[in-house]
């Protein structure tokens, strides 16, 4: 960046900042636009946001983005990427670990790691290179972590990493070498978990409390305590200097990158973030409508499916959602930063539910901990060459993808936040389902049978259906199938293209019935199903939902060609067992649950 460029970027995050600072509650005069003739449609509130906003098409087609934990932490390389926090926890591992290895607390502080982060083997290009021949589609590293160390030349935090350090500008690097190959460039930004991350380094003077508010947050008191609660609690990160602050790196991460995406952790979604993360949102998004581009914000908690995307942590949704979501998990199941005893993953669990994702409408946004010298692992680096190798012959199966009527048969392994490190057993009668138009994808998940057979394409489950075709993806070799009133059966070949997931393509034409659908939220069952009409006429049915012998009825019109999600309410659930069902003319399907409010406590 040219002196002039930097002189204009600091005088408008000055002028951001004053805003900010605003005696008025949540700093309302903030701009949401970085010029008068800005387009400026967004305004900083759910509904103007809901009504403008639209997740983009490359998203939805990219199906797979990499994640990069990469930071200071790679120097103790301990425990995980949250040691700054833990190293000053009285009786943690890390704390007494690192008493032995470096010394006390008070004389040698997170802060003293920073000179010894040099990174002589680093090269953005090398790792734009290894992610992009893993089928990766769009790349995310961390901007900042918790830890509150930006990873690039920031003009309001002097704790970064071309200042000090490596000097280097890890995202500048990134996102030059990233643009440059043709993939989406994305950033991570923790600023708002730094305001409680350091509270248990308080107690020592001479490196917490005398260093710089910009490295160890604006403190506020957080208890220790067992699981999430302890970390999130009920006052997450929530100090007006704390969302003052987040606000000015993101807002500076937006004018000196023009990112395609930003993803958050947890605090942002939690009260009272809301009316910060909508002025945030606004001005994101009025800026890319000027940059001409279509982006995305990833969130874990709060905030509607449709003005961002929603991400599960190391865990999978247990169906079909209606819009696009997110799945981030690591290669490695202990950390997300590079620490020398990490078990890896399999490159047959992470394509297993990879495909899981896929056909429940997600992406999959997978981490690498490269080791502090700059250079990926060994270990991580066979995991993506496996990966991408699988793509290349099954990738017509995921990229653009959208999911079926249904997403599986069989066994549906794990799902739910924080699961994905449990590796499920499967066999060749455990498929995913995905679809391009009329052209339906069945990947099986294990190959030890000699046949298999879709009973989604049975007469239980399906009108009027017509194979066209059959082909396995890698393969020229005819396959042997049938079309029975119990579904499509396929003797499956001796050998495959691939080590790992298979995928037959069908070509066919009917209509299609999805199973029933349900998710409790506050105190109602939501329901829902889909049609397929793969037929060159347009379909009229009665879709008939109940709840313990209530009845809703939908008469719909399912167009030639497409899919149509039809959805249904029942508000008021009692504490008991409760019994949904679905009627499609001949066709049914069931669901047993029972409720309890403090399930939703």
Known sequence: MNKKILHSTIILLSFLFLVSCSDKKYYPNISTTTS???????????ASIADNYKIPEWFTDAKLGIFIHYGVYTVPAYGSEWYARRMYIKGDPVYNYHIKTYGPQDKFGYKDFIPMFKAPKFNADEWVKIFKDAGAKYIVPVAEHHDGFAMYHSAWNKWNSYDMGPHKDFIGELS???????????????RAENAWFYNGGMEFKSDVQDT????YGARIHRP??????????????????????????????????????IWFDWTVGKYPFQPTFYKFLAYYYNNARDWNKKVVVNTKVGYGDNIQVFDIERGKSNKIRKYPWQTDTSIGTKSWSYTPSEVNKTPDHIIDDFVDIVSKNGNL??????????????EQQYVLHELGSWLKVNGEAIYSSRPWVRASEGNKGTSGYMTDNKVTKYNAND??????????????LGEDEKSINVRALSKEFSENVNIKSVSLLGSNKKVDWALTSKGLKINLPSTFPTKYAHTFKVELSGIFYGNLQTEIKNTSLLANTYVRNSTDNDIKRQITCSLDGKNITK???????????????????SETKHKAKLKIGKYSDNVEFTYKQKQQK
Request: charged share 20%; glycine share 8%.
């Open 555 to 573: 008469s719909v019109t399912i167009p030639a060609h497409k899919t149509i999600d039809t959805e249904f309410i029942f508000p008021n659930l």
């Open 212 to 215: 710089t508010i910009s490295l």
């Open 176 to 190: 030059k070498s990233i643009k440059a190959s043709g993939l989406k460039f994305g950033v991570s930004n923790h």
């Open 365 to 378: 946004l997978l981490n690498v901990g490269p080791k502090l010298e700059g250079t990926i692992t060994n």
């Open 224 to 261: 220790e305590g067992k699981g999430m609660t302890a970390y999130c609690g009920k006052y997450p990160g929530s100090t007006v200097k704390s969302r003052q602050n987040w606000l000015k790196s993101t807002f500076e991460l937006i004018d000196m990158y023009k990112p395609d995406l």
């Open 431 to 444: 498929k995913r389902f995905t679809t391009k138009g009329d052209t339906l994808f069945i990947t099986l």
């Open 36 to 46: 008068p003739e800005g387009t400026n449609i967004f305004k900083p509130d759910s």
